[in-house]
Nanobody, 115 residues
Framework: QVQVVESGGGLVQPGGSLRLSCAAS????????VYWYRQAPEKQRELVAS???????NYADAVKGRFTISRENAKNTVYLQMNSLKPEDTADYYC?????????WGQGTQVTVSS
C-alpha cells in the first residue's frame, strides 16, 4: 500500500522559514518524480516546485530564489525549504509523487504566514 505523508507546516511570521517534508512508502521512491503544490483559500491549486527522479529541479516564478526542493532517496523523502516567507505563501501544501501516469497524493500540510 502506497502512502504519502507531508509534514512540517505551521504558523510563521513574514520573513521566516519552514521546511516541509514529503515521505513516501510502498514504492521505489528513487524512480518517482515529486511535485509540491499549494492551494490557498478560494484559489486554484498551483505547482510550486518539482524534482525529477534524477534530481533536476523546477520552481514557480513566485518562489524562485526563496524555496529549495531536494530529495533524500535513502529516506524516501523530499524536502521543501521555504525561506523569506510572505503572507501570500499561506496555503495548504500538497506533495504528489508520480511516475508516468501513476501518481499519489498526500493529505497536505497547512502553512500560515502571518504576524
Amino acid at each position: 500500500q502506497v502512502q504519502v505523508v507531508e509534514s512540517g507546516g505551521g504558523l510563521v511570521q513574514p520573513g521566516g522559514s519552514l521546511r516541509l517534508s514529503c515521505a513516501a512508502s510502498g514504492i521505489i521512491f528513487s524512480a518517482y518524480h515529486v511535485y509540491w503544490y499549494r492551494q490557498a483559500p478560494e484559489k486554484q491549486r498551483e505547482l510550486v516546485a518539482s524534482i525529477s527522479s534524477g534530481g533536476s529541479t523546477n520552481y514557480a516564478d513566485a518562489v524562485k530564489g526563496r524555496f529549495t526542493i531536494s530529495r533524500e532517496n535513502a529516506k524516501n523523502t523530499v524536502y521543501l525549504q521555504m525561506n523569506s516567507l510572505k503572507p501570500e505563501d499561506t496555503a495548504d501544501y500538497y506533495c504528489n509523487v508520480r511516475r508516468f501516469v501513476t501518481g499519489y497524493w498526500g493529505q497536505g500540510t497547512q502553512v500560515t504566514v502571518s504576524s
